[in-house]
């Protein structure tokens, strides 16, 4: 067969024939590790093509077989689009990625069928279903929801060890250039932990899996020194962890990742994280309150220890990407102005910031849907840039002009120089570089979106 992979991308950023031109956002994409993965799962004999818009036109008339497609929540509008009209020149088409997984009532109507959960062992069953004929295209309109024919393909494998090949990072050389790396590595899926908001331990059914230790080495000798690993928790099993930075020492690997903020409660694991090449870390702090920490059962946080481990983390040569989230029941209209100065006086390096979002499948959605405060049912605004849901301690506007103004505020010109001078002398070149890129890519993006925002008085 020939088969399409395919990343659907929003409107303000998708490439087309009319808009060829790929958006200066590089610092922001990194490898589409699921479709590679998923190519890498693939007998041999298939032919395998990617195509991410964010960096490619989508040509409907591409000649194949079966189309699969990956989507989070904010793309799923998109995603159904595509699948209709490839539907209807007679593709079978699949899907898959987090809001196929955590809300199939809403998705399978527009697929053949649905990958739910990770890859490995389901992408398998599907290959081999369409082969032997037991999984067909019914066309436009024509086909049973997945959910209701029983087309939901779920991956077997419930042992903690996660069996995952090599991905297929050659299908990406014709748009490598539009990536800050293709270089994406994982070393294990899901989350130990269970806060509220978060798609991850939902997707993962709880359950946190890594991968062989001498797999992820053998593919660590066959990219270059510069990489990212896109765990959702790179030190979540503290042992192996360890053991994969005390290995890698030898290899004189230059990495970034994502972790929980306890990595600096562990004086030895942070020093290894340093020797192993780590430079730079995104890390949930999510909120300055404890308050909001505990209702999203992210207490184990302890925002009241920030500066300290902050500091300890910087002090390795490490900088810092935080993650933060307004729009919380405990924030009020003062939120902005004080996660500023939190900011600011904890040097972070980065931030990405997120209006709180109720994604389909987790507790949060279900705790905003009982109560009534979901307002908008628009998938396209389930970006983390959109307000949903009616907040409980400021009105809607003040929510999203507040989140508007302080990422303006954050990456102004002036404190994006500044940052970037006080990381070369505190972290040295390479994390002061990477800080100096992504802290104008986020200024690109606000200034491309008109993100100005207000204060609001409180």
Known sequence: MKILLILPAGDRVRVTRAKPVVPKRAMLRFSVLPLTTVAALTPPEHEVRIVDENVESLDFDTDCDLVGITFMTALAPRAYEIAREFKRRGNLVIGGGYHATLYPEDAAAHFDAIVAGSAEGAWERVLA???????????????????????????????????????????????????????AVQTGRGCPHTCRYCSVTVFHNHRYQHRPLADVLKELGQIPRDFIFVDDNIIADRAYARELFTAMIPLHKRWVSQCSIDIADDAELLQLAHEAGCCGLFIGLETTSAENLAAMDKQFNQSGRYPQRLAAIRRMGIGIVAGIIVGMDGDGPQVFERTLRFLVQTKIDALQLNILTPLPGTPLFSDLESSGRITDSDWRHYD???????????????????????????????????????????????????????????????????????????
């Open 129 to 183: 279903d369409v082969g032997s004929g037991r999984l067909r295209c019914g066309g436009d309109g024509a086909s049973q929801p997945a959910v209701a024919s029983g087309r939901i393909y779920r991956s077997q494998n419930h042992a903690s060890a996660l069996g995952t090949p090599i991905p297929r990072r050659e299908l990406l050389a014709p748009t490598a250039r539009h990536y800050v790396t293709v270089n």
């Open 384 to 458: 983390y840039r959109h307000v949903v849901f009616r907040p409980a301690r400021m009105t809607a506007a003040d929510l999203q002009g507040g989140a508007d103004w302080l990422y303006r505020q954050f990456y102004r010109l002036d404190r994006v120089l500044w940052r970037f001078v006080r990381a070369f002398f505190a972290l040295g070149w390479k994390p002061a570089l990477l800080g100096l890129k992504l802290g104008l890519t986020y200024r690109y993006d606000n200034k491309r979106e008109g993100i100005v925002g207000r204060k609001p008085i409180g």
